[in-house]
Structure formats: structure tokens, C-alpha cells
């Protein structure tokens, strides 16, 4: 009878050795996600990156040195209004000799809760970039993610 009462124990201890095994797995790849890849600062996906990143950063004084000329004078009249995104995930990037489109999905995220939490929303829009002396720079950008340094100027 005690050889009987011992093999249910071995039982749950198989049973409790597996769950601990998986939730320690799960915790692995939880916090060794980390960042994102850094993608080659010489390519338009790159800029894009380092671009976007400065931006949902606040760092403007880098975001706007990945700026042409043009998208600078762009805010001209802009003021900042809505939540930044979220996320930005790549979708795809064209590119040609002296210009490239890069596709993404743009994520942003209310802060207010609703009944069934936060609302967020997702859209796609790109980035248009250009090349100059050898250097890709963003020429357009999606509107949820223009840098505008310093104060703007109302036409």
C-alpha cells in the first residue's frame, strides 16, 4: 500500500516539474526579446527606423537630422495633436537609384480606457526618402510621425 500511495506523488511531481520548466521558458523569451533589430543606417529602412525612433522619443534634434531640406520646412503651420504611435512595423521598401518608398504599419494607442480597454487603431501609410550625396533622407513622412524642431511657424 505504500508503493501505491508513492506513484500519484511521482505523478505530480512530473506534473509540477513540467509547468515550472514552461513558465521559466516563457519568462526567457519574454525578457530576452528586448529591442528591435537595428537595421543598416545606410539603407532607407534604416533611416526609417532611426527616424521613427527619435521621433516617438522626442528626440528631435535627431529626427531632423534625417530630414531633406524640404520636410523641414514642411512644418511650417504644423502643430502637434493626437497620441504618437505606438509601434511601427516595416512592411516593405522600395527602392530606386536616387529615391525610395518605405511602407509601414503605423500603430497608435489611446491611453483611455474604455469598457474593453484601450482603443488602438492601425493603418499603413510610407515614407518617402531621397537620396543626397550618398545619404538616404526622409522627404515625406506619415503625419502621426512629423518632427518638427522647434516652434512652429503659422503661415
Not at 527616424?51 to 520646412?73: C, P
Amino acid at each position: 500500500m505504500n508503493a501505491a500511495a508513492r506513484k500519484p506523488d511521482r505523478i505530480l511531481l512530473v506534473i509540477v516539474a513540467a509547468i515550472a520548466c514552461l513558465v521559466v521558458v516563457a519568462l526567457a523569451v519574454v525578457f530576452t526579446r528586448g529591442e528591435p533589430q537595428k537595421l543598416d543606417e545606410s539603407t532607407p529602412a534604416g533611416v526609417v527606423q532611426r527616424y521613427s525612433t527619435a521621433v516617438i522619443d522626442g528626440d528631435t534634434s535627431t529626427a531632423d537630422s534625417y530630414l531633406t531640406e524640404s520636410a523641414r520646412s514642411s512644418c511650417r503651420g504644423y502643430s502637434e495633436s493626437g497620441p504618437l504611435p505606438a509601434r511601427i512595423v516595416l512592411i516593405s521598401t522600395t527602392e530606386r537609384d536616387n529615391s525610395a518608398l518605405v511602407r509601414v504599419s503605423v500603430v497608435v494607442s489611446s491611453g483611455s480606457g474604455g469598457p474593453f480597454g484601450p482603443s488602438e487603431y492601425e493603418m499603413e501609410d510610407r515614407f518617402s526618402l531621397v537620396k543626397d550625396n550618398g545619404r538616404w533622407l526622409v522627404d515625406q513622412a506619415p503625419y502621426q510621425l512629423l518632427s518638427c524642431k522647434g516652434p512652429t511657424v503659422k503661415p
